[in-house]
């Protein structure tokens, strides 16, 4: 069974930084891209960034320049920096990994971290 779970949340003022984390655990055998997701209240769920398991980034046009996608492949991790947060940064984040448990990539999703910017 797979686990996605993040931390790092919270609140913050406008042009402030958070950094998430979201480790998998379980029993896998490896795990492919990761991204970020993010749902505001009466939105739809909205990508944010993704990382390839070779280090390759790509970002949402609304956080480009502002985010920054890492992972550790020894861990399992990925981060997502934050920088200059906004008040429309507002959401409940999401971790999304596709995770090879025996022989095909399943993806699976984290419980959400809730991040709150004031203005």
């Known amino acids: 069974q797979v686990q996605l779970v993040e931390s790092g949340g919270g609140l913050v003022q406008a042009g402030g930084s958070l950094r998430l984390s979201c480790a998998a655990s379980?029993?896998?055998?490896?795990?492919?891209?990761m991204n970020w997701y993010r749902q505001a209240p009466g939105e739809q769920r909205e990508w944010v960034a993704g990382i390839t398991s070779g280090g390759i980034t790509n970002y949402g046009d609304s956080v480009k320049g502002r985010f920054t996608i890492s992972r550790d492949n020894a861990k399992n991790t990925v981060f997502l920096q934050m920088n200059s947060l906004k008040p429309e940064d507002t959401a409940v984040y999401y971790c999304?990994?596709?995770?090879?448990?025996?022989?095909?990539?399943?993806?699976?999703w984290g419980q959400g971290t809730q991040v709150t910017v004031s203005s």
């Open positions: 999304n990994a596709n995770v090879v448990v025996r022989f095909v990539g399943t993806d699976y």
């Open positions: 379980g029993s896998f055998r490896r795990v492919n891209a």
